[in-house]
């Protein structure tokens, strides 16, 4: 389908992570594009991918949930150091070369992959864990009392509680 850029600017319209546009006309309501990812790997897959390239090596005996923390504590240090002195940039990353967002993967990856072994090593179920927090969080800030306010829970002073 031919589409034109004007047509890319509605609700629910998507990006995918490979470029295709997925179009959605929900509504008149007018906002930025959404990256969506791919459907895999799956935060299993990275698990058990993760697993094996432990297990090939015979490093267990380092991955002790304490290192994989400092380890992954370490990389949020290099990835910070991407955005370091550049002031604030706009969503997308319009002005970052290529080679800049293929660093920029890479770092956010390593994150990715020592928080997963970190939650396997801890016996936590990442997946089903996000699930429960994130309802935790809709109960926490209903969206019809914080819309629009990035407020901490703490600081909402509702009369009914
Ligand atoms: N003992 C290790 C070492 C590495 N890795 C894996 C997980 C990370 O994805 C990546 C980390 O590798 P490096 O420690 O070499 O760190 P970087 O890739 O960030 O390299 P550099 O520090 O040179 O930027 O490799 C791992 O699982 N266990």
């Not at 309501?29 to 090596?57: G, N, V, Y």
Request: some cysteine.
């Amino acid at each position: 389908m031919l589409i034109s850029s004007s047509d890319l600017v509605h609700k629910s319209d998507t990006v995918a992570a490979n470029g295709e546009v997925q179009l959605a006309r929900n509504g008149d309501h007018k906002q930025a594009l959404r990256f969506t990812f791919s459907a895999e790997p799956t935060i299993e897959d990275i698990r058990r991918m993760q697993a094996e390239f432990t297990d090939e090596r015979d490093w267990n005996q380092f991955h002790q949930p304490r290192n994989l923390l400092l380890a992954m504590v370490g990389e949020v240090g290099e990835l910070s150091e991407l955005f370091q002195w550049r002031g604030e940039v706009a969503e997308g990353l319009p002005d970052w070369t290529e080679p800049q967002r293929e660093h920029l993967a890479q770092e956010l990856s390593d994150v990715l992959i020592y928080l997963i072994e970190l939650a396997e090593k801890c016996h936590i179920d990442l997946p089903q864990a996000v699930l429960r927090k994130m309802a935790l969080n809709r109960m926490k800030y209903p969206a019809s009392k914080v819309h629009g306010s990035a407020k901490k829970y703490t600081e909402y002073k509702d009369s009914s509680e």
